[in-house]
């Protein structure tokens, strides 16, 4: 069965940087367009960032473009976030999430599987 874990979260510092994962298992990884999503306390869920099956284009929100950037190695199966320059306001609950399709798009309707999620806090 299709399984996504994310890893990678915990606690950073504003100005710090992470670097999520996101392991995927029961499909053919290199088929699919990935993206990550978040959702803060008390908010609705946020796309984030979105990666084309062979990696070709990535596409982000206006809120991280600069400070996040999103790759995959489709030989290990794996998406990965790494997050510079975080601020408070990325504080979430971050998800990565398998397109239905090659292309990722911001239309959650397009993803099928999600992942448990891995916490992001931004604090000092």
């Known amino acids: 069965q299709v399984q996504l874990v994310e890893s990678g979260g915990g606690l950073a510092q504003p100005g710090g940087s992470l670097r999520l994962s996101c392991a995927a298992s029961?499909?053919?990884?290199?088929?699919?367009?990935m993206s990550w999503a978040r959702q803060a306390p008390g908010k609705g869920l946020e796309w984030v960032s979105g990666i084309y099956s062979d990696g070709s284009h990535t596409t982000y929100a206006d809120s991280v473009k600069g400070r996040f950037t999103i790759s995959r190695d489709n030989a290990k199966n794996t998406l990965y976030l790494q997050m510079n320059s975080l601020k408070p306001e990325d504080t979430a609950l971050y998800y990565c999430?398998?397109?239905?399709?090659?292309?990722?798009?911001?239309?959650?309707?397009?993803?099928?599987?999600w992942g448990q999620g891995t916490q992001v806090t931004v604090s000092s």
């Open positions: 999430a398998k397109a239905t399709t090659a292309i990722a798009t911001t239309d959650f309707i397009e993803y099928n599987y």
């Open positions: 029961g499909f053919a990884f290199s088929r699919y367009a």
